[in-house]
């Protein structure tokens, strides 16, 4: 993180993984909380499902709360793509992942409590490509539909069609 002395007062900077149109290579900020969340999750580069379901749930949360807007990024996409390095769909992989099994206890991300432990983005994605394209298809129909999702997760689940012990691909076919 990169102190900016400026007139109007300090500005924050941390890296960006890809340059802006204009030719950015620092996301500029006066929040240093925001500085400092994006500077750790740029940090969780050792690929665990632990730091990649903090990335789904501060993706989640940032398309809610729209801080892109205040950090001068037209829309999450591009925000994502800038900050992460993320292409469009991964972006949406691992936003909805978060909009649908993560719930927030004293601001802290916790995965839906029904949910096994044993799984991670990569199975609730997978339970995300099978839901009825209507519940998934945009981001919009997304939020509208969290309740639908989970009760139909609770219901696979109650059933047993699918459990803590499934592969990503068992859950996928």
């Known amino acids: 993180i990169e102190v900016i002395n ?3 007062g300090t500005k924050y900077a941390v890296s960006l ?7 950015n290579t620092k996301l500029e900020c006066y929040d240093i909380a925001v500085v400092n969340e994006i500077a750790t999750l740029q940090g969780l580069d050792t690929i665990s499902e632990t730091s990649e379901t903090l990335k789904c749930a501060y993706l989640a949360k940032a398309s809610q709360n729209e801080i892109y807007k205040s950090l001068g990024f037209n829309d999450i996409y591009d925000f994502a793509s800038h900050v992460f390095g993320y292409a469009r769909a991964t ?4 936003m909805r992942v978060g909009l649908v099994f ?11 409590s029904y949910l096994p432990a044993t799984f991670t983005k990569t199975h609730l994605s997978e339970i995300l490509n099978a839901m009825p394209t209507e519940w998934v298809a945009k981001h919009e129909d997304i939020i509208s539909h969290v309740d639908d999702i989970r009760n139909e997760v609770k219901t696979l689940l109650t059933s047993g069609t699918i459990n803590a012990n499934m ?4 859950i996928r076919k």
């Open 6 to 8: 400026t007139p109007d």
């Open 17 to 23: 993984a890809t340059p802006t149109k204009n030719g």
């Open 91 to 94: 972006t949406f992989q691992y």
């Open 102 to 112: 993560v719930d927030y206890e004293d601001k802290n991300p916790v995965m839906w």
């Open 167 to 170: 592969s990503a691909s068992a």
